[in-house]
């Protein structure tokens, strides 16, 4: 299989391809060329595990990676859960399901896609014999995920900038408690926004990019989105036989990766009813699923964090398909979005999707309601998936375990929120390093920090 470019403006490249560049050279993201068919696969894949459903899933995608290959990079990026279904299901009533996705090292529904990430580049570099350079920026949960999907790998060092004082102390020590000796957390003086700008321009210099051997882990690589469509098609398969054509799934959303796995899913065939766009304060996709209108506001910091976001970067692949595959329609779109901080589309195609907003103080009503009425603890995330009507059974994706913002669990419901792996980290030291959020800085450091 190739994987094509949502701009359309480059030569379609194989899956290694795809994921060794993260975005695509005229700036879109890559796409499989066509999507295939699941459904004549459904009968035979019910019965498989977690990591042989990922690999059969993978196998259709990375045709250029040997097939045991395949199987030894799938089977290691599962074994750090620690829920042996990996992605269980839990029943809160008869028409009401929710997908635990934060069983994984870091406890959010990241590290599907980030411990995979991790273990195809080290597949890569035993292959080139390439040594690489991740670089990254992170307000939160992202940065640790990638650490921990990346920490000890062979051949690859790992810097993540983030703002100092900035993101939770839980969230910190997940960052620089790990002891690894190829995971530099950077803390930079300034805001995430700093942070990332100065990242960018590290990018930009590409004999620099090429000295150190230089690649990113941001939410928009193919590898990502794939990984994510596992758990989709698992939970189905987990559903009572009865429940599972009437489901709808309901997404915690912020760049909008994770819906769109479901969504693609969907579209491959697995007769999924439908999802919703589970939106915090930061609305902007809300808006867009009421309106058709894609709007840019400001951010206002909210209770999950992790959904705070200004421009959702994977949106971009769902206009792709809207807008009938079209990369020019997509370059204007995305232009044009760029240049006004707006785009309306006129007859705006989102078939099969709801969406709703929380604000805080929901959130917060939320996971006392729940709690009350379940005896079941919800994280602020996931909270927003519990809003709004419903007809139908419905499947709210868990996307961070509670114990990860303990005060908000607290002021909720009067009750700490306890994972041992979190308790753990707060005896170990914390290893970062101050730096300035200036591109010249970030070179320098990570100049002398390369495996070489
Ligand atoms: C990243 C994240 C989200 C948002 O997921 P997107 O793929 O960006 O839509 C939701 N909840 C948690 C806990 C996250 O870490």
Redesign the pocket.
């Given at each position: 299989m190739q994987f094509i470019s949502t701009r359309g403006q480059v030569p379609p490249v194989s899956f290694s391809k795809a994921v060794a560049q993260g975005l695509a050279p005229d700036a879109g993201l890559y796409l499989p060329e066509s999507l295939p068919d699941l459904s004549g696969y459904l009968k035979e894949w019910e019965s498989l595990s977690y990591a042989e459903l990922c690999e059969a899933f993978f196998a259709i995608f990375a045709t250029d990676i040997d097939r045991n290959e395949l199987k030894a990079v799938v089977s290691r990026s599962y074994t750090k859960f620690d829920h042996e279904e990996i992605a269980p299901i839990v029943k809160l009533s008869d028409d009401l399901f929710v997908l635990e996705l934060?069983h994984g090292p870091t406890l959010?529904?990241?590290d599907f896609a980030l411990q995979l990430l991790g273990n195809l580049y080290a597949s890569q570099i035993a292959r080139t014999g390439n040594p690489i350079s991740v670089l990254g920026a992170t307000s939160?949960?992202?940065g640790a995920?990638a650490i921990h999907g990346l920490l000890g790998k062979q051949g690859v060092t790992t810097f993540i900038l983030y703002p100092d004082g900035r993101i939770s102390p839980l969230q910190e020590r997940q960052m620089t408690c790990t002891g690894a000796d190829n995971v530099f957390p950077l803390a930079i003086k300034g805001s995430f926004d700093d942070a990332q700008t100065a990242m960018k321009t590290v990018f930009e210099d590409q004999a620099f990019a090429a000295e150190v051997g230089l690649s990113a882990v941001n939410?928009i690589n193919l590898a990502r989105i794939l990984a994510?469509c596992v758990y989709y098609i698992s939970a189905f398969f987990r559903l009572p036989a009865d429940k599972r054509e009437q489901v709808t799934f309901v997404?915690?959303?912020?760049?909008?990766?994770?819906?769109?796995?479901g969504w693609l899913v969907q579209q491959m065939g697995v007769p999924i009813q439908g999802f919703r766009v589970a939106t915090n304060q930061n609305d902007i996709l809300h808006r867009l699923f009421q309106t058709g209108v894609y709007k840019l506001d400001a951010v206002a910091p909210s209770l999950?964090p992790?959904?705070d976001?200004q421009v959702?970067?994977?949106f971009e692949r769902f206009i792709y398909y809207a807008e009938g595959c079209d990369g020019e329609k997509v370059r204007e779109i995305m232009h044009r979005f760029k240049s006004n901080g707006e785009y309306v589309f006129n007859d705006f195609k989102a078939t099969g999707f709801s969406s709703s907003r929380t604000n805080d103080s929901e959130i917060a009503e939320i996971i006392k309601r729940v709690y009350q009425q379940y005896g079941y603890v919800v994280?602020p995330?996931?909270a927003c998936g519990f809003a709004g009507d419903f007809t139908g059974p419905q499947m709210v994706?868990a996307?961070?375990h509670p114990a990860?913002f303990p005060e908000t669990i607290q002021d909720a419901i009067g009750e700490d929120s306890i994972h041992p792996s979190l308790e753990a980290l707060k005896s170990r030291d914390i290893v970062k390093h101050a730096v300035e959020p200036t591109p010249e800085a970030i070179k320098a450091f990570m100049r002398a920090h390369v495996a070489h």
């Open positions: 934060f959010a529904f990241k939160g949960d992202t995920a939410s994510q997404v915690p959303t912020g760049n909008f990766g994770n819906v769109l796995a999950a992790s959904m976001i959702a970067s994977n994280d995330h996931t994706l996307t961070a990860k």
